[in-house]
């Protein structure tokens, strides 16, 4: 198989060197050859350099623009990961103030009912001591007609007692006097 290169051809795997034609050869130069070697060896370096440089420079573009590319994605990722979370989160803290919001009227309405209740039981302990001091000035009203009225029984059972004890005395006074009556006229008849 032959391989043709710009410098020479290859048959049987000796390398068979062709010359091409020199500078000077193609622009009739009447040139040293070293001179004319140098100009082609600097000027194959530069079209070298400035070819390398142009694909290195490809290369180091290709790659930055991939690695922004790269960056770009994951940072996407990143992001949009991060907003999922976020968004999640919400959701959750959105969750949690709708229970504490549910807790906090149940609360309320828990406490107005207590404080409603506490109202009832004012008001009742209220009326209770009302009542209960109506019932001790009627005791105290009871008691004093009593006192007054066992005062009254008391004179006038003293009266009925001395009025008693008088008429007692009339009827002994009698009954003696009875007695000794009859004992005259026990006498008498005898």
């Known amino acids: ?28 130069l009447d040139v040293d050859s070293s001179v004319e070697n140098q100009l ?13 440089a142009v694909m290195e420079q490809e290369t180091v573009e290709v790659s930055v623009a991939k690695f922004s590319q790269l960056i770009q994605g994951f940072l996407k ?3 949009d990961t991060m907003e999922s979370e976020l968004q999640q989160k919400e959701a959750l803290l959105q969750k949690e103030k ?5 807790a906090k ?3 309320m309405k828990k406490e107005r009912g207590y404080l409603r209740e506490k109202e009832r039981l004012r008001r009742s302990i209220q009326e209770g001591e009302e009542e209960l001091k109506q019932k001790m000035r009627e005791l105290s009203e009871l008691k004093t007609r009593r006192v007054d009225e066992q005062d009254d029984t008391s004179s006038q059972d003293s009266e009925d007692e001395d009025e008693d004890e008088a008429e007692a005395e009339v009827d ?19």
């Open 172 to 190: 002994i006074e009698e009954i003696r006097e009875i007695k000794k009556r009859k004992r005259k006229k026990k006498f008498v008849f005898f």
């Open 105 to 107: 009227m149940a609360l």
């Open 40 to 52: 082609i060896e600097d000027e194959d370096f530069k079209t070298l350099a400035a070819h390398k």
């Open 77 to 79: 990722n990143k992001i």
């Open 1 to 28: 198989m032959d391989n043709c290169t710009e410098f020479g051809a290859e048959k049987d795997g000796n390398m068979i060197m062709q010359e091409s034609p020199s500078r000077s050869e193609m622009y009739d």
């Open 98 to 102: 709708e229970k504490v919001q549910a």
